[in-house]
């Protein structure tokens, strides 16, 4: 069975996607800690980042700090931070997260529904910029 995360990278349930190559992919999750929080996820089915090889996983936190430094110029945020919990969901997943303070890293802060057109907005903005880094 599909991960949750693969069924969004074929398309089968809606994604608000601002990058995507082919080995990962990355867009909004529906449930940020703070608006821009991103998901890098590799299109390869892998559980824990500990079993990426290592071409996926360097290209993975490249991509990431890629989308950090997209997140700063965008969010005007003093820091990304980044983290891989990995308890969510069975397919591996970098949270790239805009942060002021370590408040903003905290997952009991994560919004149980944001408006699916504030998220598109706010995917286009963050791919706009990457185009440009």
Known sequence: MSSLFTRIIRGEIPGHFVYKDEICVAFLTINPIVTGHTLVVPIE?????????????????????????A?????????????????????????VIPADT??????????????????AAQAQKLAAILKTI
């Open 102 to 119: 370590m408040s903003d890293l905290s997952f009991d802060q994560a919004a149980s529904h944001v408006d699916p057109t504030e998220l």
């Open 71 to 95: 997140q700063k110029q965008l969010y005007k945020c003093n820091r990304v931070g980044l983290i891989i919990a990995g308890f969510e969901i069975p397919h591996c997943h970098l949270h």
């Open 45 to 69: 089915e892998i559980d824990e980042w500990t079993n990426l090889s290592a071409e996926i996983s360097t290209h993975l936190m490249v991509v990431a700090k890629r989308i950090g430094l």
